[in-house]
Structures are given as C-alpha cells and as structure tokens.
C-alpha cells in the first residue's frame, strides 16, 4: 500500500518531469537534437554553458523518474487480471497517444499553408523523409499514416508508446526481475542496453530498465521512504552536481579519441545520481509544493503539458528567433521565457476543454487530471 506521502511524491514528481521537458525541448544551440555524447559545436559562453547543463545534465533525471513510477504502479495492481489491466491502458495510452500524434500533424498541415509556415517547417527539419521533400505536404497517404502511428511528429509521445509494449510486455518483465536466474542475466542485459543508448520504435534501453526497476522496487518492498547508506543524497548531491559541470565542459572543449565514450558515461551517472537526490533529497520541497492550493491544481494538468509541448515549442523557437535574433541575449530569454508560456498555455487550455467539454477532456487525456 502507497502511503499518502509517497503519492503525493509520484504526482511531484509526474509533474515536474513533463514541466522540465519542455525545457529540455526548448534548448536552442545550434546542435539541438541531443544524444549523451552531443557536442553544442559552438564557443562556450553563459548561454551556451547554462543550457547544455541544464538541458543535457541536471534535467535528465525526468524520463526514468517517470519510468519507474509507472513500473511501480503498474507493478501495484496485480490483484486485477492482466487482460483487464492492458484493455484499460489501452483507453488510458493508446488512444491519447492517437489523438495527440493527429493533432501534431495537423499542426503542422495547417501551419505549412503559409509561406512563412512552410519556411519554418522546412528550417527545422522535422519532416523531412528524403532529400527533396522537407513538408507533409508533400507525404504520400500511406507516409502520413506511418507519421501518425509509428513517428508522431509529437516526437514526446515515444514515452507513451513503448510504456503501452511494457504494460502489455508486464508478465515477462515481472518472471524476470523475480526469478532468480533470470534475473541474474535480465539486468545486466537492461543495464548495457540503456548505457548503449539502445532505441528502436517499440523497444528501447532507457525505459526497459526503469520500467523493470519500478516492478523491482514494489515486488521487494525496497525502502523508498529512507535511503540505504550508499543512497545517502548527501555524496549524490556532489557527484550530480560535479560530474554534470565537468560533463559540460567536456563537451565545448577539444575532441579527442574516447570523449565520447567519457561523455555517455558521465551522462548516465549524472541520471543516476540526479534520480536518488530528487527522491530521497528533495522531500521538503515535496511538502511544501503539495501544501499549496494552486501547485496541486496546476499539477492536475501535467499530462496537457506533456502533449502540447511538442512540436510547438520547436515552432515557436524558429519564429521568436526570427524577430529576436539581433537584440542581447535572445537564446537565453527564449530558453526561459518561451517555455513558460508554453506550459502556461496547455495549462489554460486544459482548465478551459475540462470546464466545457469534460467527456472529450476525459478521452484525450486517458482520464488524468479530471479532479
């Protein structure tokens, strides 16, 4: 049984990790895809230093946050039947995950009509399919139909996608963490796989692992209320914070053979550490964040943020740039700045679809945040 403090930590931290995500979306250096290994290809200045920091370092911890709170409820539940289970994610991932990939390219579809638009699309790249064709405009049907399902070009929704293969995936994955044995060579498998940064449309590394690691936890009773000595966040706190200014400056400094091999390593050590000093660390704020009124209403909207975001944010990046480019310090109000609205507008547009229309709300978000 999850303790009242323990859920109002799981909904914390739900929160959190889509409210930092679209600011992880919103890095604007020139390189903007990130990898562990990425190098910014640029001069280190503030800017430049603050957002790969930020960005590729201290913010990374969110998406196995998220993994392993889904692993861990989901693991919580094994008193209903499993057929019962899946046919409920199927309303609660699946469907969403549908609506909100349409919606992107919908976006998309409607922002291409102007030239502006269309020069915008082209420049970011993001639906680009070959070397002559850089608009969906320009998809054949059966393309289109392979964005919406496979590609949205909502890239966040990956998260959704592959969390529906884990719940469906969940007896498997529960044999192998608990068999002994399997155990044994299931984890190392998942560990090597996350540092190889493994990803492929329905499987990656990164979510098996923590997924896996959530079911862990719950089957084992393992302690999430107090920290084993070597979980102390007092040497974490060090370690995250260290490690993720040195992994910075290592990727503006010179290339050289094995950096990036040092920078993957670097950056799933920083994952690691961030994820224990925001668990066991962070336990005040959690407090009081979750005393306030208007922080547990907002918070009802995290899923709204985390669809909304993207590809938005990438719009709004190239249009703000477009008319910002020549006053001082552009990049970094366009990092801090843009985000924010862009979480406040999906707040809003929440709050406003679940007062009039709250059956379509319901649907569109698999049933989140209706209280």
């Known amino acids: 049984m999850l303790s009242a403090f323990n859920s109002q930590k799981f909904r914390f931290w739900s929160f959190v990790s889509?409210?930092?995500?679209?600011f992880v979306h919103g890095y604007n250096l020139n390189i903007s895809y990130l990898q562990p290994w990425t190098m910014p290809?640029?001069?280190?200045?503030f800017t430049s230093?603050?957002?790969?920091?930020?960005?590729n370092g201290i913010f990374r911890f969110r998406i196995p946050m998220l993994f392993i709170i889904s692993g861990y409820l989901f693991a919580m539940a094994d008193n209903k039947p499993w057929k019962q289970r899946t046919g409920k994610r199927v309303r609660t991932l699946f469907y969403p995950y549908l609506v909100w990939s349409a919606f992107g390219?919908?976006?998309?579809?409607?922002?291409?009509?102007?030239?502006?638009?269309?020069?915008?699309?082209?420049?970011?790249?993001?639906?680009?399919?070959?070397?002559?064709?850089?608009?969906?405009?320009?998809?054949?049907?059966?393309?289109?139909?392979?964005?919406?399902?496979?590609?949205?070009?909502?890239?966040?929704?990956?998260?959704?996608?592959v969390l529906l293969i884990y719940n469906m995936a969940y007896p498997a994955l529960r044999w192998c963490v608990m068999h002994k044995v399997?155990?044994?060579?299931?984890?190392?498998?998942?560990?090597?796989?996350?540092?190889?940064?493994?990803?492929?449309?329905?499987?990656?590394?990164?979510?098996?692992?923590?997924?896996s690691l959530g079911i862990w936890i719950q089957k084992t009773n393992f302690n999430i209320n107090e920290p084993a000595k070597w979980l102390r966040p007092k040497f974490w706190i060090i370690v995250f914070i260290a490690l993720s200014v040195f992994k910075t400056l290592l990727a503006f400094g010179e290339h050289f053979?094995?950096?990036?091999?040092?920078?993957?390593?670097?950056?799933?050590?920083?994952?690691?550490?961030?994820?224990?000093?925001?668990?066991?660390g962070c336990d005040m704020l959690v407090k009081y964040c979750m005393s306030q009124k208007w922080f547990v209403w907002v918070s009802a909207f995290s899923f709204m943020i985390y669809v909304l975001h993207a590809p938005l944010i990438v719009y709004a990046t190239h249009a703000v740039f477009a008319v910002?480019?020549?006053?001082?310090?552009?990049?970094?109000?366009?990092?801090?700045?843009?985000?924010?609205?862009?979480?406040?507008?999906?707040?809003?547009?929440g709050a406003l679809l679940r007062k009039t229309l709250p059956q379509v709300y319901s649907f569109v978000t698999g049933g989140r945040g209706l209280g």
Do not use: N
């Open 18 to 22: 889509m409210f930092l995500l679209v």
């Open 324 to 349: 910002s480019d020549h006053l001082y310090g552009y990049r970094m109000a366009t990092f801090i700045l843009l985000p924010l609205c862009i979480v406040a507008l999906s707040v809003l547009s």
């Open 105 to 161: 390219l919908l976006l998309t579809f409607i922002i291409e009509f102007s030239t502006y638009g269309r020069s915008m699309i082209m420049a970011t790249g993001m639906m680009q399919i070959d070397e002559s064709r850089t608009l969906l405009h320009q998809y054949h049907w059966y393309e289109v139909v392979a964005r919406w399902i496979f590609f949205p070009a909502s890239y966040q929704l990956w998260f959704i996608r």
């Open 182 to 211: 399997a155990r044994r060579i299931f984890f190392p498998v998942a560990v090597f796989l996350w540092l190889a940064t493994f990803g492929f449309v329905l499987v990656e590394g990164e979510g098996l692992l923590f997924f």
């Open 49 to 55: 230093f603050t957002e790969y920091w930020l960005a």
């Open 257 to 280: 053979a094995g950096i990036e091999l040092i920078l993957v390593l670097s950056h799933k050590l920083v994952v690691f550490s961030g994820l224990i000093c925001a668990w066991y």
């Open 41 to 45: 290809g640029e001069p280190l200045t």
